[in-house]
């Protein structure tokens, strides 16, 4: 039998009894990881032969390290090492944690999450859509499902060509949902529950940015004075911009083997779109007008993000200044690296935020259900959107006190939630000076973040505090008398929202 070939992995080394950096810890690690990043210095990565320590007259084959990335000089490192010895490594090496490396995804909008989970069925008839602006125009690009059995995610999607056509193979004439999500410009489209024809077209609205949303409903943005006081806030994302309204103070690129200055958007739109319902200052406001924003990319231009890249993006984040974090990113599994880090920015005064994730009242997603971050979920309101868009299928019991309040469907929800913000049917910033409509816990989390800038903006006693637990524990406290109940079960609201 050949023997089978060792499997080689990618792990995260972290000093065992602090993250950033080795000053409480066994001085050997501190020469350990010193020696490892050296090589990383020379030619960005950094191969070793480690001996192992046996019993008297045993031998081992020396262990192979490929350090790829570091954080910090005596710090954290990503590292490839076979499976096969890593009890020999943790037996001869102790005082490191070795973590997996993991892999976070922006939570994906609502109708990508339909698209991802849409079941080809056997094809008995052919339907053409056509979608089109008011004036006839064609439009490319835009995403389109039909489900002929919504329950069992039964249809077909795709996106329009040139001509704003797409052909679907569907079992049915009659269509039980129908969505048309165009990625900016215009508000998407849904209807159910009715038959089509072999052809159909479909006019989009275009955006108008005056329109008040679920956003602006609550948060008049462009009555808003802006900020005058110094808050940074740091976006850990796809990017950002650029974009006329939006300035970015600075931030990084924390990707393996992409350029660190490199910061802005790559194409999807997700950061940009977040940071607009920040700090947009321009033709649309955001909530928070006038803050510092740093952008920390951490979605390459395919794929999802790994926990070293956001690890390192929050570590840059603390040592760049900023008081606030957005992750608008999950997964569904707890992370001791990310754990260390979100803990590590709460130590040194600077308070995460996190999106509780679009997984349809799922639990709410890691990071916000550490508990050292805030966890938000995603507020609608019916009369916020136009009519058959596709906010309308967000629209799900229980409603509020006022009852054209909703949590959105596709909200996680839990007892880790902490507070609720608009998240359905958001007009916000797009790359290439465009806008663009999108619903998602994505969209609620900097709406929570850029009104807490907000409301410390006025708090200069609370900002000046040294940068400890104590300045962090201090803006949680002054939060908290600020938000108010909507009448919802705390699993869906937490505390409630933020109000001015």
């Excluded at 890593?86 to 037996?91: I, K, L, V």
């Excluded at 704003?164 to 998407?188: A, F, N, Q």
């Excluded at 040592?319 to 979100?342: A, F, P, Q, R, W």
């Excluded at 050292?372 to 967000?394: D, E, H, Y």
Aim: glycine share 10%; hydrophobic share 40%; aromatic share 8%.
């Amino acid at each position: 039998m050949t023997p089978k070939s060792p499997t080689t992995n990618r792990f995260i080394l972290l000093p065992a009894s602090y993250v950033g950096s080795t000053n409480n810890a066994n001085p050997e690690i501190k020469k350990f990881l010193l020696t490892l990043n050296s090589g990383i210095k020379a030619s960005g990565k950094s191969s070793v032969k480690l001996s192992v320590r046996n019993a008297p007259n045993t031998k081992s084959p020396a262990i192979n390290l490929k350090v790829i990335d570091s954080i910090n000089d005596d710090g954290a490192k990503l590292v490839e090492i076979k499976e096969e010895q890593m009890a020999d490594f943790r037996f001869s090496y102790p005082g490191l944690r070795i973590i997996p490396e993991r892999f976070y995804r922006r939570p994906p909008l609502p109708f990508q999450e339909l698209l991802f989970k849409t079941k080809k069925t056997v094809q008995t008839i052919s339907i053409v859509i056509t979608v089109t602006d008011k004036s006839n125009h064609p439009l490319e690009g835009a995403d389109v499902v039909a489900f002929t059995n919504f329950g069992n995610r039964e249809g077909a999607g795709g996106k329009t060509d040139g001509g704003g056509k797409i052909k679907l193979d569907i079992t049915s004439y009659k269509i039980e949902r129908l969505y048309v999500y165009p990625p900016h410009t215009y508000w998407g489209f849904f209807k159910n529950n009715f038959t089509i024809n072999a052809a159909m077209q479909i006019k989009l609205t275009a955006i108008d940015i005056n329109f008040q949303d679920s956003l602006r409903f609550f948060y008049n943005t462009s009555h808003l004075p802006t900020i005058s006081n110094i808050v940074k806030i740091a976006v850990i994302d796809t990017g950002v911009g650029p974009h006329k309204d939006l300035e970015i103070m600075g931030g990084a690129n924390t990707i393996e083997g992409e350029d660190e200055k490199d910061f802005a958007d790559n194409g999807e739109g997700h950061g940009t779109h977040v940071a607009g319902i920040i700090g947009a200052n321009g033709a649309i406001k955001g909530v928070a007008a006038g803050v510092q924003i740093f952008s920390y990319r951490v979605f390459p231009k395919e794929g999802d993000a790994s926990n070293f890249y956001i690890m390192k993006a929050i570590k840059k984040a603390i040592d760049d200044g900023c008081d606030l974090i957005n992750m608008s990113l999950g997964s569904l599994v707890l992370d001791e690296g990310l754990v260390s880090y979100v803990k590590d920015a709460y130590d040194k005064g600077v308070l995460c935020f996190a999106a509780n994730g679009n997984d349809d009242r799922r639990p709410v997603n890691f990071p916000a259900a550490y508990s050292l971050c805030v966890a938000v979920s995603a507020l609608g309101r019916k009369g916020t959107f136009p009519a058959n868009t596709i906010q309308k299928a967000t629209v799900k019991a229980p409603f509020g006190k006022d009852i054209k309040n909703f949590i959105a469907d596709f909200s996680n929800t839990g007892p880790e939630t902490d507070l609720t913000a608009p998240g359905v049917g958001i007009i916000s910033t797009f790359p290439g000076d465009l806008y663009a409509v999108m619903d998602g816990t994505s969209m609620a989390c900097p709406a929570a973040v850029g009104i807490s800038a907000r409301l410390l903006s006025s708090r200069p006693d609370i900002l000046g505090l040294p940068r400890n637990q104590q300045r962090t524990d201090g803006m949680l406290k002054f939060l908290s008398v600020h938000i108010k109940s909507l009448g919802f079960n705390a699993t869906f609201e937490g505390k409630g929202m933020l109000f001015l």
